[in-house]
């Protein structure tokens, strides 16, 4: 079974492009703070780059995010097949 994160992706070249990331294959999922948002970044071994992760989630409060990754830990460890999809404004589970 997997779980697929999908995201809007950032920058001006893939603005609005959404991307699929599969939830195992990401080894690392942090919370980066900026001076007025908050960013949940994502590293895979597909990276482009694997110094630039993958910024799934921006958000204006911390909590928000928290909620996000305690919301991917427990998919992570659950055995069911769907997309977790994140946008602008909300966060969601969709079926597959």
């Known amino acids: 079974m997997t779980v697929l994160v999908r995201f809007?992706?950032?920058g001006s070249f893939?603005?609005?492009e959404f991307?699929?990331?599969d939830l195992d294959k990401i080894s690392d999922i942090r919370i980066s703070r900026q001076?007025?948002?908050?960013?949940?970044?994502a590293t895979t071994p597909e990276n482009?780059?694997?110094n630039t992760p993958y910024m799934i989630a921006r958000r204006d409060k911390e909590y928000e995010l928290q909620a996000i990754l305690q919301e991917l830990q427990?998919?992570?460890q659950g055995k069911k097949e769907v997309i977790y999809e994140i946008t602008d404004t909300e966060a969601r589970i969709v079926p597959k």
Request: overall charge positive; proline content about 9%.
């Open 19 to 21: 991307k699929s990331l």
């Open 74 to 76: 427990q998919l992570k």
């Open 8 to 10: 809007a992706q950032s």
């Open 35 to 41: 001076r007025n948002t908050c960013e949940l970044l």
């Open 14 to 16: 893939h603005a609005g």
């Open 48 to 50: 482009p780059q694997p």
